[in-house]
């Protein structure tokens, strides 16, 4: 007997008006919020081959990757026509890494790899040397590796459980810098710091301990993303050194209250100062299964006619859970909206779900981000 279940989305009615602040964030440090301007990570991409798939690789309709198994085979000596292949442990892939400024050949930096072709899952895979280009298109790194994936699949036929995603994953520390970063620092008698998130308080704030560490007038705020510091004359010709006096100055930044969801692991992250109204939100799941019995029917005994029949026997149940009502008053926090969904049970999805609702009912004041 085989059988599918099908779940609808859960059904949410939100009402919901005003709101309540919470409290702000905690000090940090200069160089968490701020960086040099100019100095940037360099992205760099590959394409590759993961082995070691149990039987969850490419299949024949995608060409490439046995053209590319073909063409590896061929520089160790093992002449195999690409069309002739028949693999299922083998993925094409492509691989990127942001290659920090400043990198040193020999440093290693995390790789992401990501199947392009119809590979059903990468588990227990391990990336073969790829090369990595930057964006001019010279080699700056090699990736290898086992991938972690971060979730798990198995079963066979139409019997199969998946966990996260499996069709991506990394490898930490799997990338070597083939070739010394070509960022410099040159002198000169000013700099600007670019915020990480601009925001025109927390660039005010920045100015403002900076001035407090070299002296009134060494910095200002130029906008939201960036602040101009005056390098002092004994600093102009050696610029790292006051960068290492002004990265561990602490200061307290400002930022956009926001709500962060991934939808592919269902994780939820709330940040700072999210703010919640007063609302309503009623709480319920419909499930639908189907069951497919399979039954013989056999012809009388001695009859020459009668054959042997297989005949499907389908059995629908539909059940709905009794809506849970959920309300909450004037000052409520995050706290209360966990704690409550958690009481009426609801999965990852449903509380996707509710604070997606939530934002669309003006309740949930946060900016909503969806990875």
Do not use: W
Request: proline share 6%; net charge neutral.
């Amino acid at each position: 007997m085989t059988s599918r279940t099908f779940v609808a989305a859960a059904s949410l009615a939100v009402v919901a008006a005003a709101s309540v602040c919470l409290a702000q964030s905690g000090p940090v440090r200069l160089k968490d919020v701020a960086s040099l301007q100019g100095v940037q990570s360099t992205p760099l991409v590959g394409y590759g081959l993961v082995v070691g798939l149990n039987k969850s690789g490419d299949r024949r309709q995608t060409l490439f990757s046995a053209q590319t198994l073909a063409n590896m085979l061929e520089r160790f000596g093992v002449s195999v026509p690409g069309a002739e292949i028949k693999i299922e442990n083998v993925a094409a892939v492509i691989v990127t890494a942001e290659m920090p400024p400043f990198a040193r050949s020999g440093a290693r930096v995390d790789v992401i790899v990501s199947s392009v072709g119809d590979a059903r899952s990468l588990q227990g895979g391990t990336l073969l040397p790829t090369g990595m280009k930057g964006p001019d298109g010279a080699l700056m790194a090699l990736a290898q590796g086992p991938l972690s994936l971060g979730g798990f699949g198995g079963g066979s036929g139409g019997n199969t459980v998946q966990v996260n995603h499996l069709t991506a994953g990394r490898v930490p520390g799997g990338g070597v810098v083939q070739t010394t970063s070509r960022v410099q620092i040159p002198p000169s008698p000013e700099i600007v710091l670019a915020l990480r998130e601009p925001d025109f308080v927390s660039a005010t704030r920045v100015a403002d301990a900076i001035n407090a560490e070299l002296g009134g007038g060494a910095a200002r705020a130029l906008d939201s993303g960036s602040v101009m510091v005056r390098v002092p004359e004994k600093y102009q010709s050696a610029l790292p050194d006051l960068m290492a006096r002004l990265e561990p100055i602490t200061l307290t930044t400002d930022g956009v209250a926001r709500v962060v969801i991934n939808e592919r692991t269902g994780t939820i992250v709330f940040g700072a100062n999210v703010s919640l109204g007063p609302a309503a939100i009623v709480h319920g799941s419909l499930s639908i299964t189907i069951s497919t019995r399979y039954d013989v029917s056999q012809p009388a005994p001695y009859s020459r006619e009668g054959k042997t029949t297989v005949v499907p026997q389908q059995d629908v149940n539909v059940a709905e859970s009794k809506a849970s009502v959920v309300a909450f008053e004037e000052g409520a926090t995050l706290h209360d909206l966990v704690q409550a969904l958690n009481a009426t049970k609801a999965t990852p999805r449903d509380i996707i779900a509710v604070l997606q609702a939530l934002k669309a009912a003006g309740a949930l004041k946060a900016e909503l981000v969806i990875i």
